[in-house]
């Protein structure tokens, strides 16, 4: 069974730091491109980052240029996203999304930025 669980998320003053993770079973995690992706309260669903199988590529959105990091460690079937100087417009539910001849998407963790 494909599963994605998120997992880091909670609430941050602005200007403060998380590290939300990805862990992943039921395929396998170094041959899919890995992407993370928000969806703020009363918005679609946007693209933040992705990194690729052999973790040498990772491609940003413009609005988490260098504040956000993607990484995976493939070894333990995890993808991670280290997000600095968090803004209130960070705030949304975060979400992790394989992809490769299928897709798979996690069920989300809540990342809520608030003095």
């Known amino acids: 069974q494909v599963q994605l669980v998120e997992s880091g998320g909670g609430l941050v003053q602005p200007g403060g730091s998380l590290r939300l993770s990805c862990t992943a079973s039921g395929f396998t995690f170094s041959s899919y491109t890995m992407s993370w992706y928000r969806q703020a309260p009363g918005k679609g669903r946007e693209w933040v980052a992705h990194?690729?199988?052999?973790?040498?590529?990772?491609v940003y959105a413009d609005f988490v240029k260098g504040r956000f990091i993607i990484s995976r460690d493939n070894a333990k079937n995890t993808l991670y996203l280290q997000m600095n100087n968090l803004k209130p417009e960070d705030t949304a539910v975060y979400y992790c999304y394989a992809h490769s001849n299928q897709d798979y998407w996690g069920r989300g963790t809540q990342v809520t930025v608030s003095s």
């Open positions: 990194i690729s199988s052999n973790t040498r590529g990772t």
